[in-house]
């Protein structure tokens, strides 16, 4: 069982350029979330959907673009890199909101330069 | 707005001895609260849950206690090992969707 799968491990973007960070989850869950975590601040909530087709902003969207077509994947997009986007990136999915534990992917080490 | 707080400081214990991890809230009453574990490089995995009608949980070593008066949640580990070194993060869920995660306290255990 694979549970949340996060790609690439490591990316590294210059000023301005796109990417797609991948998660992928084989656990039937409806719930997926995106956070960030930076030294000193924690983890972030960035997007979440409660399930396919449905989206919603967290704390830190800006600059951040998600959508839900399966309810296996969740990609996050970054359309156009900032420094302020160096970070480490995890992926997050559960079946029932509070009641059930986040089954985290272990995450995107991200620098842009 | 909602705010957790933990100890920023790292807590260094000797092996054997009861580690006890405090998390704060503020500005909310959440109806469950959870703990998480991170080891360096990795995702956080899920400890415990305790629910607002909760005083305590145990699992094993673990055990979790919720004041919702004093907006706080204790963590205990008893009898630590060095493996027990990690970080602790508590989270709790504001609205139906959006868990909130404090900052975390990282721990280690001296052999």
């Known amino acids: 069982n694979a549970g949340v799968t996060q790609t690439p491990k490591f990316q590294v973007l210059k000023t301005g350029q796109s990417m797609t960070l991948q998660c992928a989850q084989d656990?039937?869950?409806?719930?997926m979330s995106w956070y960030r975590q930076d030294p000193g601040m924690g983890l972030r909530l960035i997007h979440y959907s409660v399930g396919a087709g449905i989206t919603d902003q967290g704390e830190v969207p800006n600059g951040y673009n998600v959508s839900r077509s399966t309810t296996e994947d969740f990609p996050l997009r970054l359309l156009s890199a900032a420094p302020s986007q160096t970070s480490v990136y995890f992926c997050?999915?559960?079946?029932?909101?509070?009641?059930?534990?986040?089954?985290f992917g272990n995450g995107t080490r991200l620098t842009v330069t | 707005s909602q705010k957790i707080e933990q100890n920023s400081e790292a807590l260094n214990i000797q092996e054997g001895k009861t580690a006890t991890l405090t998390c704060n809230y503020t500005?909310?009453?959440?109806?469950?609260l959870q703990w998480y574990r991170q080891d360096p490089g990795r995702g956080p995995v899920f400890l415990l849950l305790?629910?607002?009608?909760?005083k305590e949980k145990r699992k094993e070593r673990l055990k979790v206690t919720f004041d919702t008066t004093l907006k706080q949640s204790l963590f205990h580990i008893t009898a630590s090992q060095p493996a027990d070194s990690a970080t602790y993060l508590c989270a709790l869920l504001r609205g139906t969707y959006k868990y909130i995660f404090g900052t975390g306290t990282r721990l280690k255990v001296l052999a």
């Open positions: 500005n909310y009453s959440p109806a469950y």
């Open positions: 656990m039937n869950h409806e719930y």
């Open positions: 997050a999915s559960t079946g029932q909101e509070g009641r059930s534990p986040l089954h």
């Open positions: 305790i629910r607002e009608n909760e």
